[in-house]
């Protein structure tokens, strides 16, 4: 069984950055990033594979980059220009398959979350 422990949620000003990170206590092919509010269903926000392909979702493209080092079994989402939209819970999961995906179906493990508010 994979853990997912997340770390550098906070809350910041509209237009600000932030960086979210995940450490995996193993190997993952693919790892993503969601996001969810109370009331609304997850939504993948980035991913990353080891193969080098990335995946945004249209919202966050230009301002948002996702990276994974493997070395570290590590990934990581530097979050630039930052809205009040993107205010939410953020979840890192991982997959060992080889398929980028950003639906929750397509990732077997999930962290606990950590909150970014932009105000």
């Known amino acids: 069984h994979v853990q997912l422990v997340e770390s550098g949620g906070g809350s910041v000003q509209a237009g600000e950055s932030l960086t979210v990170s995940c450490v995996a206590s193993?190997?993952?092919?693919?790892m993503a990033w969601f996001r969810q509010v109370p009331g609304r269903k997850r939504e993948g926000v980035a991913a990353?594979?080891?193969?080098?392909?990335?995946r945004y979702r249209g919202s966050v493209k230009g301002r948002f980059t996702i990276s994974k080092d493997d070395a570290k079994d590590a990934l990581a989402l530097r979050m630039n220009s930052l809205k009040p939209e993107d205010t939410s819970m953020y979840y890192c999961?991982?997959?060992?398959?080889?398929?980028?995906?950003?639906?929750?179906?397509?990732?077997?493990?999930w962290g606990q979350g950590t909150q970014v508010t932009v105000s």
């Open positions: 990353a594979c080891s193969d080098g392909t990335t």
């Open positions: 999961a991982a997959d060992p398959r080889r398929w980028i995906g950003l639906d929750e179906s397509d990732y077997r493990y």
């Open positions: 193993g190997f993952m092919y693919c």
